[in-house]
């Protein structure tokens, strides 16, 4: 059975945003502003629903614009949801390295792991897995499956045994995240099955055209809701698809 921690309150929210962002151009696309929020902004707001804290881990160049794009993103409040930035001490280690760094700071038994740049993540399912962890005191993870992939980020993650996994893979020179299912129990769940809508979830945005589909699927959304198939006003820097 995984280790406990002495506090037993809900999971607290990680957030994985050091990378360089290279595929999304020279902006850090944790900064892109979706429906006028950033990326971030939308995945911490998200994460706030299932989560009492936040533990976002960042390079040390980062920290202040994402601080400053939380303090001003409309929907969020950091005054009911406290957020820490945790700098990788080394930059651009990967996200096994980043998600170590942040589980130092983690206090409570689970934590919910995101990246940044999955702007419509649901709360439903996070709540689902942290339920279904709950409840199997012998998994250390309770992870969703699209097709054969076992996915390792929203997933839910006992802490002390996260943190021995990346300790122990880091280790041994593994940089994956996706390593972490060859050392932890996990309770998978596909994603058929999975509490609220997997496939949006999931959906994240590696390149300037992925932000384009994002905005083009708020947009389909909007107009369905107004019954009138008029698309909403795009945000500026989001060229419409041609």
Known sequence: MSETSHETEGPTGVVLAGGYSRRFG??????????????????????????????VNCRADQREAFADALDSSAGFDSAATPVRFVADPVPDRGPLFGFRTALREV???????????????DPRLLSDLAERLADDPD??????????????????????????????????????????????????????????????????????ADRERAAEMLDRETSAERGDGTPRE?????AARR
Do not use: H, N, W
């Open 26 to 55: 020279e902006r850090d696309k944790a900064l892109a502003r979706l429906d006028g929020r950033p990326l971030l902004a939308r995945v911490v707001a998200r994460l706030a629903e299932v989560a009492d804290r936040v533990v």
């Open 234 to 238: 795009r945000e500026p820097g989001v």
């Open 107 to 121: 206090g409570t038994e689970t934590c919910a792991l995101a990246a940044c740049d999955c702007p419509f993540l």
């Open 139 to 208: 998994a250390d993870v309770a992870a969703v499956r699209t097709g054969d992939r076992l996915r390792p980020t929203q997933a839910v993650y006992r802490t002390a045994a996260a943190r021995r996994a990346c300790d122990a893979l880091l280790d041994d020179g593994e940089g994956r995240l996706s390593a972490l299912f060859d050392r932890l129990d996990a309770r998978v769940v596909p994603a058929e099955a999975v509490g609220g809508d997997a496939a949006r979830s999931l959906f994240d945005v590696d390149t300037p």
